[in-house]
């Protein structure tokens, strides 16, 4: 039996934001969601609309730094050390070979040329005679804002000289997909290979930019609650570096829904006595099913759907016995 409730949450209708962005926030309910001993709550995310006004070069990746010298051999007393900062916006790959050598190429005594190869989706990068240059991907004072990936290379020193230096792939656009956080899952419904954790669902972007990125999994998968109530929901929204994305003060919209089920009936320890509270004081239905050797416990998320189905396929078999008998 399920008795059901969708929750709209957006960004823009929060409690409380927890950073500028206003992409990590507080959702209170405006009716809290409460259930019975006998009842527990499930939960999944069915739609999310996200805006794809983000910048691809943004905060995060829009520095250069260069160690520059004229003379052809690196010493201390000629070396030049500068920082470029890239303006935040979408690229291509040919703007950003034209924006990037407006920058580079603004002293007399050095000039830079790239060559864009549209069919391996590289740049050749050269220097003039006589002057050696370090891009300090790794050991520049912004290395951790570094626009590496948009040039092709590993985030490594390099040097650029007269000889051209013929980059890997490129791309003009280092965040692959979204990671949706929240405070209901717990850490437990989805583990990253980084090991973040707390995340709801993972949406990947396939977009164009000023567009809107538009989630609806086919078969969401569905999570048990761990308390008997829901009053708030803590809602971040960051990408594949684990990073906070500036949607650029345009809101996103995520839909969730709520699934009350009856325990007993899906086959959920429900507590019925004093016994019980004495043995299994304050024991969660995530603890039950670790414990219990007949239900099936999935390696990192609890699924109600494999439950449901489990003991459906429980109650054939025990059928099936009593016929042949």
Do not use: W
Request: proline share 4%.
């Amino acid at each position: 039996m399920y008795k059901s409730k969708i929750l709209k949450i957006d960004s823009s209708k929060a409690t409380q934001y927890y950073n500028a962005q206003q992409t990590s926030f507080l959702f209170q309910l405006e009716a809290p969601i409460s259930v019975t001993n006998s009842e527990t709550i499930v939960y999944s995310l069915t739609n999310a609309y996200i805006p794809y006004s983000f910048y691809s070069v943004n905060i995060n990746n829009c520095m250069l730094d260069i160690q520059e010298t004229y003379t052809g051999v690196l010493q201390s007393s000629t070396t030049i050390r500068r920082f470029i900062k890239l303006p935040y916006g979408n690229y291509n790959a040919n703007d950003f070979m034209r924006m990037l050598l407006s920058l580079l190429n603004v002293t007399n005594n050095i000039h830079y040329t790239i060559i864009y190869n549209k069919i391996s989706n590289t740049y050749s990068i050269s220097s003039s005679l006589n002057t050696d240059s370090v891009f300090l991907f790794q050991s520049g004072l912004h290395a951790l804002q570094s626009c590496h990936t948009f040039l092709g290379f590993p985030q490594l020193d390099t040097i650029i000289n007269s000889t051209p230096f013929q980059t890997g792939c490129i791309t003009m656009n280092d965040i692959y997909y979204f990671q949706i956080k929240s405070d209901i899952g717990s850490g437990i419904n989805f583990m990253m290979s980084d090991n973040s954790d707390g995340i709801l669902d993972v949406v990947p972007i396939a977009d164009q930019p000023m567009s809107f990125i538009t989630y609806n999994p086919i078969n969401p998968s569905k999570f048990l609650l761990l308390n008997n109530s829901l009053n708030s929901i803590k809602i971040g929204l960051t990408d594949n570096h684990n990073r906070i994305v500036d949607l650029n003060g345009i809101p996103f919209l995520l839909t969730i829904k709520i699934d009350i089920i009856d325990s007993v009936e899906n086959g959920m320890h429900v507590g019925n006595g004093r016994d019980d509270m004495v043995q299994d004081h304050e024991k969660t239905n995530l603890e039950y099913f670790m414990e219990k050797p007949a239900l099936v416990q999935p390696a990192a998320t609890i699924n109600i759907q494999d439950l449901v189905e489990y003991n459906l396929i429980q109650k054939m078999l025990k059928k099936v016995k009593k016929n042949k008998k």
